[in-house]
């Protein structure tokens, strides 16, 4: 049977009803099947980059240049006269397409709304995770060669590299998603590609408070201390929306202001008109002309922010963020990874302690106490759901301990037969310090915002 033939055979032809086709053939004629048309996929592909005009790439808009691929696969197959059935040939011509204009394989898993995490391990396993549970997909890429390739065309982009001499990279995709690549010789068994996806419609209040994310008072509350220029840290594990819920509380923020933003991969998509965006550098080739946070908190002081953002402190930058916090510039907003807000504390004095600066404990916890107000703890519950499961205010010190006051909070009180967790959100009756600030500030708080019967 001809390449043409067995691509038109939508059946085979030669099973009948007498004589049953086997599970054996059957699986042979398909593995025989998707070999020829890899073959045909890679040969276009080979032949299009040869023949192909690649001086109009640049001139030209993404659409303008997938009508021109899907032009030039028709004509590749008329003149070899290799007929498709309709579903084939719009497969084949999407998938040459993607390979050269988007991130190949990846793209219909980008395209998902559903899908909020691609987890490659290798180029023969592609997980994903769609509404909190992780599940694997029939996606491939053809080798570990392909799947450099497609690495590599996404870190270029943002001027970043990845290989044996610098085998882990972060970056970023176009529309914000993040990723992460770790390659040989660290990643054993392939290339290990890791993309955080962003909603191509960021989640309003009002979607986390229909997601129980939340209730309709902590998101005032929330709200309120963004306007009045309340300085927030916000804290979570890996996965728990930190970023999501950093770039609501944004939204928030006056128009009127001046607002710095500082991320090692740029991920923070802010609305208001006066926004710059930093982005940390990594060392070139020879090691040399690295950026890191804390250079860029030191020079976004001098750029005459009224607010200074950081999409996550990690490092010794954590104490010019504090001092940043301190000396004018309220309402700034950073996450931090913790699992709890005392965690969070706790990973604040450990960072400042690896800043190089040999500060006595409890002039160290005064700076931070001056420095922030309120920890906004979010959480990836066992379902997979986000929630915001703490509001705690840090109203000072006594002696040498840091205090603090929840204001909200979400108790776990189980988890029905199909793993949903169950419970709920409630003020603790506490009425927070910071309400005389939101006061002065001309912001209205109700007594019964804090009652835990509501």
């Known amino acids: 049977m001809s390449l043409r033939d067995l691509l038109n055979t939508a059946t085979p032809q030669f099973a009948t009803e007498e004589a049953p086709e086997s599970d054996a053939a059957r699986t042979g004629l398909q593995s025989q099947?998707?070999?020829?048309?890899?073959?045909?996929?890679?040969?276009?592909?080979?032949?299009?980059?040869?023949?192909?005009?690649?001086?109009?790439?640049?001139?030209?808009?993404?659409?303008?240049?997938?009508?021109?691929?899907?032009?030039?696969?028709?004509?590749?197959?008329?003149?070899?006269?290799?007929?498709?059935?309709?579903?084939?040939?719009?497969?084949?011509?999407?998938?040459?397409?993607?390979?050269?204009?988007?991130?190949?394989?990846?793209?219909?898993?980008?395209?998902?709304?559903?899908?909020?995490?691609?987890?490659?391990?290798?180029?023969?396993?592609?997980?994903?995770?769609?509404?909190?549970?992780?599940?694997?997909?029939?996606?491939r890429f053809q080798n570990d060669m392909h799947l450099m390739r497609i690495i590599d065309k996404i870190v270029s982009r943002i001027g970043r590299r990845v290989d044996e001499s610098s085998p882990m990279v972060d970056a970023r995709l176009a529309d914000g998603s993040r990723v992460n690549a770790i390659v040989s010789p660290l990643a054993l068994d392939g290339a290990a590609l890791s993309i955080r996806k962003f909603s191509a419609h960021p989640l309003r209040t009002e979607d986390l408070i229909r997601y129980g994310s939340m209730t309709q008072d902590m998101a005032f509350l929330l709200a309120a201390m963004v306007k009045a220029k309340t300085n927030l840290l916000i804290s979570g594990g890996t996965g728990s929306g930190k970023t999501t819920l950093l770039n609501l509380l944004s939204s928030y923020i006056p128009e009127d202001e001046r607002i710095v933003t500082i991320e090692d991969a740029a991920e923070l998509r802010l609305q208001q008109p006066h926004v710059v965006r930093l982005e940390t550098r990594p060392p070139n080739i020879e090691g040399h002309g690295e950026i890191t946070q804390r250079a860029l908190i030191k020079n976004s002081l001098r750029m005459r922010p009224d607010r200074v953002i950081v999409g996550e402190v990690r490092g010794a930058e954590v104490l010019d963020m504090l001092q940043a916090m301190n000396t004018g510039h309220e309402g700034s907003m950073a996450t931090i990874h913790a699992n709890t807000s005392r965690d969070a504390l706790t990973r604040l004095e450990n960072m400042v302690g690896i800043s190089g600066l040999n500060i006595p404990t409890r002039p160290m916890r005064q700076q931070i106490v001056s420095a922030l107000s309120v920890i906004v703890q979010v959480s990836r519950l066992s379902d997979g759901k986000r929630k915001v499961v703490s509001i705690m205010e840090i109203t000072g010190m006594e002696e040498d301990i840091i205090t603090t006051q929840e204001i909200f909070k979400f108790d776990q009180t189980g988890v029905d037969d199909k793993g949903a967790v169950q419970g709920r959100h409630h003020a603790t009756g506490v009425r927070p310090r910071f309400a005389t600030k939101l006061i002065s500030r001309g912001i209205e708080i109700p007594d019964s915002l804090f009652d835990p019967a509501r």
Request: no cysteine.
């Open 33 to 139: 099947q998707s070999a020829d048309t890899q073959k045909l996929r890679t040969d276009i592909h080979q032949d299009l980059l040869k023949k192909f005009d690649l001086s109009i790439l640049g001139k030209i808009t993404d659409e303008e240049l997938k009508q021109r691929i899907a032009l030039y696969i028709e004509d590749y197959l008329k003149e070899h006269g290799v007929v498709l059935g309709e579903q084939s040939h719009h497969a084949l011509i999407a998938e040459i397409q993607n390979e050269v204009v988007g991130l190949g394989p990846l793209e219909p898993l980008l395209s998902d709304p559903t899908i909020s995490d691609i987890l490659v391990n290798g180029p023969f396993v592609v997980f994903v995770e769609r509404r909190g549970k992780l599940e694997r997909t029939k996606v």
